[in-house]
T-cell receptor
């Protein structure tokens, strides 16, 4: 079984500063993927970034980077140069790459508020 | 289409009625997922398909819930004899394959009164 843990309470960050959103996971699968999604108040789920378990380099997408520490089973999201539009709920998710068992398992989410 | 399309966006139904929620995935996407999300919580897996085959339905809460994807494209999630506890946001996502990122639709907000 897969489990995603996001335990931070609501996070606050000053505009233009960097922020790290924590995510730890548990799985017995050898090959898996880790995802981060953003959910603004409008309710849509926006894909941000993906990290494969065998990728040696941390994934980056613009201002988003994923700090992947396999031994610690953590996949923290780093947002650089925060913008007011980054205020949203952020979900970490994982999926086993086993073909028949590829459901995405989500954490409970973290609320991020960016202050001007 | 350009993105995952779900309809209706909002549905209010009386307890005991059946509802059908529709998902039109991104063209060419093989995998299609259904999730349910309560307010302030993460999406909870319901079921998923590869092409027309339902690969996993372990997340369907009970036998009032069913889903189909008969031609490997559009999918319908049906809830029979709705109950108030079924009220939630129902989300559909699709991906090119099982090792690709999944893109979500806008969701259907279901309210059972």
């Amino acid at each position: 079984a897969q489990k995603i843990t996001q335990t931070q309470p609501g996070m606050f960050v000053q505009e233009k500063e960097a922020v790290t959103l924590d995510c730890t996971y548990d799985t017995s699968d050898q090959s898996y993927g880790l995802f981060w999604y953003k959910q603004p108040s409008s309710g849509e789920m926006i894909f941000l970034i993906y990290q494969g378990s065998y990728d040696e380099q941390n994934a980056t997408e613009g201002r988003y980077s994923l700090n992947f520490q396999k031994a610690r089973k953590s996949a923290n999201l780093v947002i650089s140069a925060s913008q007011l539009g980054d205020s949203a709920m952020y979900f970490c998710a994982m999926r086993a790459d086993t073909g028949a068992n590829s459901k995405l398992t989500f954490g409970k989410g973290i609320t991020l508020s960016v202050r001007p | 289409g350009a993105g995952v399309s779900q309809s209706p966006r909002y549905k209010v139904t009386k307890r005991g009625q059946d509802v059908a929620l529709r998902c039109d995935p991104i063209s060419g996407h093989v995998s299609l997922y259904w999730y349910r999300q309560a307010l302030g919580q993460g999406p909870e897996f319901l079921t998923y398909f590869n092409y027309e085959a339902q690969q996993d339905k372990s997340g369907l809460p009970n036998d009032r819930f069913s889903a189909e994807r008969p031609e490997g494209s559009i999918s319908t999630l049906t809830i029979q004899r709705t109950e108030q506890r079924d009220s939630a946001m129902y989300r559909c996502a699709s991906s090119l394959g099982t090792a690709s990122e999944a893109f979500f639709g806008q969701g259907t907000r279901l309210t059972v009164v």
